[in-house]
């Protein structure tokens, strides 16, 4: 089938009158039609896709033409050979993807005389060459001769379609029969062109007849190989046989060895330069040697070429080390990232270990914070300033082994598994591979990703890491990876306990505002495609932002409220009303509304029985608010606000420990005996739990029942116990940094937990008062006004 190249040039679809006298020529490549013969032609050119439906139009026949140079592009009269073929055009298609397609029946041959001038698409006056009518014996006699000889040669093919033996025989005339052995001989379009162009009919069946003669001599020498290799060889070298077949026929053909022969020398080529171990090169030849003598028609041949693709793609060889520089590692981390100081610490302390012992086992660092910290970017960092190439892996949804380990070759689309596609996408051996969202692995019925990553995340056994699918192990005690987390609890034991855990608590006030002067508002400005000079906001408007719009531990909302203020800056640049947009306090407003969070302790804790408590959630800490009231009843204890079973336990502790203590702390206890209390923690709709409420939950009963209010400037955090004491609970960096952020002044915090102390912010420490409780009496002592609130009206 010949597919015409399509023209830039435009070309008229309406009909264009061409002299009846004149025949429509449409160019091909490569194909010769011989009459009597149907045959498809793809068309691709606008002006043959012009020509063809113009005769479609008007019923007209149409002439086919191989051109002499299949590259050109445009052909002209100069460039068609003079002789070609009257066709009818029996169906014309165009195909869903818009290319068209002809299906033409042969009729006669033409000698083109003349081209006309003036017209879009090639027509031509021409001379038709009919068939000599009368058969003298001598074409008889060829004719019989070139029967016999199409006969034989179709006996002598494997597989010879019964209905190209039946045209033979039934071919109308010499003429046809000729035409139809030359259509389907196996011949270059020179030498069919050839054929077509012999006008004798004579001279046209001898070439044809020693056309056919030599194929025949082919497929006898063809066959005859075949007989004397199945005498000499046994059954398990017949794919052997089958190739030295194939070569012997391409040497009697000149073609020399090309195909499968050539592509196994490159694979071995490939092989021997990947710089793979011992053990692995064994294998892949192996490999190599099975794919030699699989037939390319089989589909295990597909298989053993992509596995061996992935061997030698692989990076096996470890690439030159390059020098770590500690100092510009130092810049690199302060360039990317505001603050976490202690984290570029024990990053730089990680970096010098590998350059003072390349060769040593280094940690599996997990860095775990809410969202929107800098994890994912912080592994970067590292990749940029250890000179390596960087690659994530998410691991988020994760559910199946063969995630992790690839499938085994034996499964349709079989593939290796996550981290041996990161290490081949990075193309070395010691890239920086994170983990990304260790913490969201599932565990389904095709096993538990997580038990797999075991020996990934394992500097004694990656070593040797054996992917389900390659089936050789593969070294990746060079690989740094780095995993990213949002909370720890989803993580198992095992597999946590091979990675150095790294806290990122949320950023602080200033922090925000550093980290949005520094990158945040030049990232918006480019995304909406302003300039400095376009638009601007101030630090004031920065930090109302921070306050008043965003409650996060990340900075992702806030940049998305920066993106929001430079999008109305952008629609007035746009439309030439202004041409700079300064963005201050009197414009958030307009542009995002009014404030969504406000500072609500003051009001929160302005009645007896209101504490301020201090939670950690995934994305960060929060502010807890404790309600306490009483209504006359029975001594019931009512809990509400979706508290979970630990929360529940520390309230009904909190409870018995002021009914203990009544008369040290001034409580009738007749109070408990003729009241329900009723603790409620708001936001209902949010679960909560955990013990580390026990001291905001002790503190509201004692201030319901002594009609003291709490301080309004303090938070405070802690679990309690039976006997008084203040229990250390997890989380304190997060809780500081949300106190710090909701404008309390004062935080209570359990003594035990002043190891922490150095891992909470400078700038929420300055602050901040830090108060270290022992006991649930130092929390009363602290926490509760001096002067008596006024009773509140429930009492």
Same mark, same amino acid.
């Not at 000149?254 to 294998?283: H, N, R």
């Not at 800490?621 to 079973?645: H, K, V, Y």
């Given at each position: 089938?010949?597919?015409?190249?399509?023209?830039?040039?435009?070309?008229?679809?309406?009909?264009?009158?061409?002299?009846?006298?004149?025949?429509?020529?449409?160019?091909?490549?490569?194909?010769? $039609?011989?009459? &009597?013969?149907?045959?498809?032609?793809?068309?691709?050119?606008?002006?043959?896709?012009? =020509?063809?439906?113009?005769?479609?139009?008007?019923?007209? +026949?149409?002439?086919?033409?191989?051109?002499?140079?299949?590259?050109?592009?445009?052909?002209?009269?100069?460039?068609?050979?003079?002789?070609?073929? $009257?066709?009818?055009?029996?169906?014309?298609?165009?195909?869903?993807?818009?290319?068209?397609?002809?299906? *033409? +029946?042969?009729?006669?041959?033409?000698?083109?005389?003349?081209? $006309?001038?003036?017209?879009?698409?090639?027509?031509?006056?021409?001379?038709?060459?009919?068939?000599?009518?009368?058969? @003298?014996?001598?074409?008889?006699?060829?004719?019989?001769?070139?029967?016999?000889?199409?006969?034989?040669?179709?006996?002598?093919?494997? +597989?010879?379609?019964?209905?190209?033996?039946?045209?033979?025989?039934? !071919?109308? @005339?010499?003429?046809?029969?000729?035409?139809?052995?030359?259509?389907?001989?196996?011949?270059?379009?020179?030498?069919?062109?050839?054929?077509?162009?012999?006008?004798?009919?004579?001279?046209?069946?001898?070439?044809?007849?020693?056309?056919?003669?030599?194929?025949?001599?082919?497929?006898?020498?063809?066959?005859?190989?075949?007989?004397?290799?199945?005498?000499?060889?046994?059954?398990?070298?017949?794919?052997?046989?089958?190739?030295?077949?194939?070569?012997?026929?391409?040497?009697?053909?000149?073609?020399?060895?090309?195909?499968?022969?050539?592509?196994?020398?490159?694979?071995?080529?490939?092989?021997?330069?990947?710089?793979?171990?011992?053990?692995?090169?064994?294998?892949?030849?192996?490999?190599?040697?099975?794919?030699?003598?699989?037939?390319?028609?089989? !589909?295990?041949? %597909?298989?053993?070429?992509?596995?061996?693709?992935?061997?030698?793609?692989?990076?096996?060889?470890?690439?030159?080390?390059?020098?770590?520089?500690?100092?510009?590692?130092?810049?690199?981390?302060?360039?990317?990232?505001?603050?976490?100081?202690?984290?570029?610490?024990?990053?730089?302390?990680?970096?010098?270990?590998?350059?003072?012992?390349?060769? %040593?086992?280094?940690?599996?660092? *997990?860095?775990?914070?809410?969202?929107?910290?800098?994890?994912?970017?912080?592994?970067?960092?590292?990749?940029?300033?250890?000179?390596?190439?960087?690659?994530?892996? @998410?691991?988020?949804?994760?559910?199946?082994?063969?995630?992790?380990?690839?499938?085994?070759?034996?499964?349709?689309?079989?593939?290796?598994?996550?981290?041996?596609? %990161?290490?081949?996408?990075?193309?070395?051996?010691? *890239?920086?591979?994170?983990?990304?969202?260790?913490?969201?692995?599932?565990?389904?019925?095709?096993?538990?990703?997580?038990?797999?990553?075991?020996?990934?995340?394992?500097?004694?056994?990656?070593?040797?890491?054996?992917?389900?699918?390659?089936?050789?192990?593969?070294?990746?005690?060079?690989?740094?990876?780095?995993?990213?987390?949002?909370?720890?609890?989803?993580?198992?034991?095992?597999?946590?306990?091979?990675?150095?855990?790294?806290?990122?608590?949320?950023?602080?006030?200033?922090?925000?505002?550093?980290?949005?002067?520094?990158?945040?508002?030049?990232?918006?400005?480019?995304?909406?495609?302003?300039?400095?000079?376009?638009?601007?906001?101030?630090?004031?408007?920065?930090?109302?932002?921070?306050? &008043?719009?965003?409650?996060? !531990?990340?900075?992702?909302?806030?940049?998305?409220?920066?993106?929001?203020?430079?999008?109305?800056?952008?629609?007035?640049?746009?439309?030439?009303?202004?041409?700079?947009?300064?963005?201050?306090?009197?414009?958030?407003?307009?542009?995002?509304?009014?404030?969504?969070?406000?500072?609500?302790?003051?009001?929160?804790?302005?009645?007896?029985?209101?504490?301020? %408590?201090?939670?950690?959630?995934?994305?960060?800490?929060?502010?807890?608010?404790?309600?306490?009231?009483?209504?006359?009843?029975?001594?019931?204890?009512? $809990?509400?606000?979706?508290?979970?079973?630990?929360?529940?336990?520390?309230?009904?502790?909190?409870?018995?420990?002021?009914?203990?203590?009544?008369?040290?702390?001034?409580?009738?206890?007749?109070?408990?005996?003729?009241?329900? /209390?009723?603790?409620? #923690?708001?936001?209902?709709?949010?679960?909560?739990?955990?013990?580390?409420?026990?001291?905001?939950?002790?503190?509201?009963?004692?201030?319901?029942?002594?009609?003291?209010?709490?301080?309004?400037?303090?938070?405070?955090?802690?679990?309690?116990?039976?006997?008084?004491?203040?229990?250390?609970?997890?989380?304190?960096?997060?809780?500081?940094?949300?106190?710090?952020?909701?404008? #309390?002044?004062?935080?209570?915090?359990?003594?035990?937990?002043?190891?922490?102390?150095?891992?909470?912010?400078?700038? =929420?420490?300055?602050?901040?008062?830090? /108060?270290?409780?022992?006991?649930?009496?130092?929390?009363?002592?602290?926490?509760?006004?001096?002067?008596?609130?006024?009773? !509140?009206?429930?009492?």
């Amino acid at each position: 089938m010949a597919q015409n190249d399509q023209d830039q040039t435009a070309v008229r679809t309406d009909a264009v009158p061409i002299p009846s006298d004149a025949l429509i020529i449409v160019p091909v490549r490569n194909i010769v $039609l011989f009459p &009597g013969l149907v045959t498809p032609i793809a068309i691709g050119r606008a002006k043959s896709i012009a =020509a063809a439906q113009q005769a479609v139009r008007e019923e007209r +026949q149409i002439g086919i033409v191989m051109q002499r140079d299949p590259e050109v592009a445009d052909p002209g009269p100069d460039d068609l050979h003079r002789i070609g073929t $009257l066709a009818n055009i029996v169906r014309y298609v165009t195909a869903p993807d818009g290319s068209h397609h002809l299906v *033409c +029946q042969g009729v006669q041959r033409i000698r083109v005389q003349d081209y $006309l001038p003036g017209t879009p698409f090639l027509a031509a006056r021409v001379l038709h060459i009919p068939e000599p009518a009368t058969r @003298s014996a001598e074409v008889e006699a060829r004719a019989l001769h070139l029967r016999t000889l199409a006969e034989e040669a179709i006996g002598l093919l494997p +597989q010879a379609p019964p209905e190209l033996l039946a045209a033979i025989q039934s !071919a109308p @005339s010499p003429a046809a029969l000729t035409d139809l052995a030359a259509a389907y001989l196996d011949l270059k379009p020179e030498e069919r062109q050839e054929i077509l162009e012999t006008i004798d009919l004579a001279a046209r069946m001898d070439r044809v007849s020693r056309r056919l003669a030599e194929r025949i001599e082919v497929l006898r020498l063809t066959n005859e190989i075949g007989r004397q290799t199945k005498a000499a060889f046994d059954e398990r070298q017949r794919e052997a046989v089958l190739r030295e077949q194939m070569a012997a026929i391409q040497r009697q053909l000149g073609e020399g060895e090309e195909g499968k022969s050539q592509e196994v020398a490159e694979l071995a080529a490939a092989i021997a330069k990947a710089g793979m171990p011992p053990e692995v090169e064994t294998q892949a030849r192996k490999e190599l040697r099975r794919y030699e003598r699989t037939p390319e028609a089989a !589909a295990e041949s %597909g298989m053993i070429r992509t596995y061996l693709d992935w061997l030698v793609e692989l990076p096996w060889a470890l690439p030159e080390a390059k020098p770590i520089d500690i100092a510009a590692a130092r810049r690199v981390l302060d360039a990317d990232h505001y603050g976490l100081e202690k984290i570029k610490t024990r990053i730089i302390e990680y970096l010098a270990v590998r350059k003072l012992a390349p060769q %040593g086992k280094a940690p599996i660092l *997990c860095f775990v914070g809410p969202p929107g910290v800098g994890k994912t970017s912080l592994g970067q960092s590292i990749a940029r300033a250890m000179g390596r190439p960087f690659v994530r892996v @998410s691991l988020g949804g994760v559910h199946d082994e063969a995630e992790i380990r690839g499938h085994r070759r034996t499964y349709i689309g079989a593939l290796p598994g996550n981290i041996i596609q %990161g290490i081949k996408k990075a193309g070395s051996r010691d *890239c920086v591979m994170m983990l990304d969202e260790i913490d969201k692995m599932g565990r389904g019925i095709q096993g538990d990703p997580s038990a797999a990553m075991l020996e990934v995340l394992d500097p004694e056994q990656n070593g040797t890491f054996r992917d389900n699918y390659l089936g050789v192990p593969f070294d990746l005690s060079r690989v740094v990876f780095i995993a990213t987390a949002n909370m720890l609890d989803t993580i198992p034991g095992p597999l946590r306990d091979r990675m150095e855990i790294i806290s990122l608590a949320g950023y602080t006030e200033n922090e925000k505002l550093e980290i949005a002067r520094r990158y945040l508002v030049a990232r918006q400005l480019a995304a909406n495609g302003l300039t400095p000079e376009q638009a601007a906001i101030d630090d004031e408007a920065l930090r109302a932002i921070i306050r &008043g719009y965003t409650r996060e !531990a990340g900075v992702r909302n806030l940049e998305r409220e920066i993106g929001q203020v430079f999008r109305h800056a952008a629609v007035e640049v746009a439309e030439g009303t202004k041409a700079h947009v300064a963005v201050g306090l009197a414009e958030l407003a307009a542009n995002l509304g009014g404030p969504r969070f406000e500072n609500e302790v003051a009001m929160r804790t302005a009645v007896a029985g209101v504490a301020t %408590g201090l939670a950690w959630t995934p994305v960060g800490g929060d502010i807890l608010f404790i309600e306490a009231t009483r209504a006359p009843g029975r001594g019931a204890l009512i $809990l509400t606000g979706q508290l979970g079973e630990v929360m529940r336990e520390s309230a009904q502790a909190a409870t018995t420990l002021v009914k203990s203590r009544a008369v040290s702390l001034g409580i009738d206890p007749a109070l408990f005996e003729k009241n329900d /209390i009723h603790i409620h #923690v708001p936001a209902g709709a949010t679960p909560k739990d955990g013990p580390s409420a026990g001291v905001a939950i002790f503190t509201a009963l004692v201030s319901l029942m002594t009609d003291r209010t709490v301080r309004s400037d303090t938070a405070m955090t802690g679990e309690i116990s039976l006997r008084g004491l203040v229990l250390p609970v997890g989380g304190i960096k997060e809780k500081v940094v949300a106190a710090a952020a909701a404008g #309390v002044t004062r935080v209570m915090l359990p003594a035990r937990n002043k190891r922490d102390y150095d891992e909470i912010p400078q700038d =929420a420490r300055d602050r901040l008062e830090f /108060i270290w409780l022992e006991t649930v009496d130092q929390a009363i002592a602290a926490a509760l006004a001096d002067k008596p609130a006024v009773p !509140a009206a429930a009492a």
